[in-house]
């Protein structure tokens, strides 16, 4: 599986937009772009995927580069309920359907 | 609100038992997935299964093993459990034409709460 690499840690002042960047330089055509986030004490949610447009719904939006090798995760008001271990995944569309989880960036949020 | 449910959600037991942590799915998702975590660290796939009667063991080795005699139930079991085994183990399951996404890229996976074994 092609590799992703996001920084450690983030912090961010609550009510504020935070945007939460992945390199994926090793991507591949079919490579989708996964986000999930994992709450304390609690197993990972889906946040947003996409593959080469950018892409929103209610929770997030997803802003991916024009040449695919990095994307970016737009929270556009932080709450103290978004503070939570956030994972750029890449999964194949080629009929692997296991997700590999990195160790993803810490997302705290400062009231 | 869980469509995934795992039980126990908290086990101390003793070196030496045999334990089977219990998930089940009421979404009728044909993909079942096995995860364990150590505190703070990154989840690790160790067992799945695409349908009934299908498991395959997953990127991190385990001594536990999996049976899928129903589509909507996944066990995972510990024949001897030893402190070693101390961790969370995640449950989630996913179906790709089932998620509303559209195309095969999407396979959302839904996760449980987890089962965190303690093995004194």
């Known amino acids: 599986d092609a590799k992703t690499t996001q920084p450690n840690s983030m912090e961010s002042n609550e009510e504020e937009p935070v945007h939460l960047p992945c390199n994926h330089s090793?991507?591949?055509?079919?490579?989708?772009i996964h986000w999930y986030r994992q709450l304390p004490s609690q197993g990972p949610e889906y946040v947003i995927h996409?593959?080469?447009s950018n892409v929103n719904n209610r929770m997030a939006s997803l802003a991916i580069a024009e040449d695919r090798k990095s994307s970016t995760l737009i929270l556009h008001r932080a709450t103290l309920r978004d503070a939570a271990v956030y994972y750029c995944?890449?999964?194949?569309?080629?009929?692997?359907?296991?997700?590999?989880f990195g160790k993803g960036t810490k997302l705290s949020v400062i009231p | 609100e869980a469509d995934i449910y795992q039980t126990p959600r908290y086990l101390v037991i003793g070196t030496g038992k045999k334990i089977t942590l219990e998930c089940s799915q009421t979404?009728?998702?044909?993909?079942m997935y096995w995860y364990q975590q150590d505190p703070g660290m990154e989840l690790h796939l160790i067992h799945y299964?695409?349908?009934?009667?299908?498991?395959e063991k997953g990127d991190l080795s385990s001594e536990s093993t999996v049976s899928r005699i129903r589509t909507e139930h996944f066990p995972l079991t510990l024949e001897s459990a030893r402190p070693s085994h101390t961790s969370q183990y995640l449950c989630?399951?996913?179906?790709?034409?089932?998620?509303?996404?559209?195309?095969?890229?999407?396979?959302?996976?839904?996760f449980g709460a987890g089962s965190r074994l303690t093995v004194l």
């Open positions: 090793t991507i591949s055509g079919t490579d989708y």
């Open positions: 979404m009728g998702h044909d993909k």
């Open positions: 299964s695409y349908g009934v009667n299908s498991t």
């Open positions: 989630a399951s996913s179906d790709p034409l089932k998620t509303g996404q559209g195309a095969s890229g999407a396979n959302v996976l839904t």
């Open positions: 996409g593959l080469t």
């Open positions: 995944i890449l999964r194949s569309g080629a009929g692997s359907y296991q997700l590999t």
